[in-house]
């Protein structure tokens, strides 16, 4: 299983923008799709955004289009969301994630991620 460490998080004030960093430890990070997922307490955990293993495609929910954009880098092995517009419903715990399978598109559904990080707090003030 990949490692995942997530960052970035923190509070902002509602129309600001954060980016979160997703820290991978294996090198055959590169050969799996990528997730963000989001949990506020109470309610299920929700797909957020996902890219490709090559970052070619990418796919976001629709309460967050035009406001986030997922992105990676494989050089590096780091995910990224970059989140702005950012609105007090957008306030969760954001967790990232890595396909359970190599070279598979973008994934949806949380039973297809295999690894997960421990989550990174995101609070917005309104």
């Known amino acids: 299983q990949v490692q995942l460490v997530e960052s970035g998080g923190g509070l902002v004030q509602a129309g600001g923008s954060l980016r979160l960093s997703c820290a991978a430890s294996?090198?055959?990070?590169?050969?799996?799709?990528m997730g963000w997922f989001r949990q506020t307490p109470g309610k299920e955990r929700e797909f957020v955004a996902g890219i490709t293993w090559t970052g070619s495609d990418t796919r976001n929910a629709d309460s967050v289009e035009g406001r986030f954009t997922i992105s990676r880098d494989n050089a590096k092995n780091m995910l990224y969301l970059q989140m702005t517009g950012l609105k007090p419903e957008d306030a969760a715990v954001y967790y990232c994630?890595?396909?359970?399978?190599?070279?598979?598109?973008?994934?949806?559904?949380?039973?297809?991620?295999?690894?997960w990080g421990q989550g990174t707090q995101v609070t917005v003030s309104s």
């Open positions: 994630a890595a396909a359970r399978r190599a070279f598979s598109g973008v994934q949806v559904s949380q039973t297809e991620y295999g690894s």
């Open positions: 294996e090198r055959t990070f590169s050969q799996y799709a």
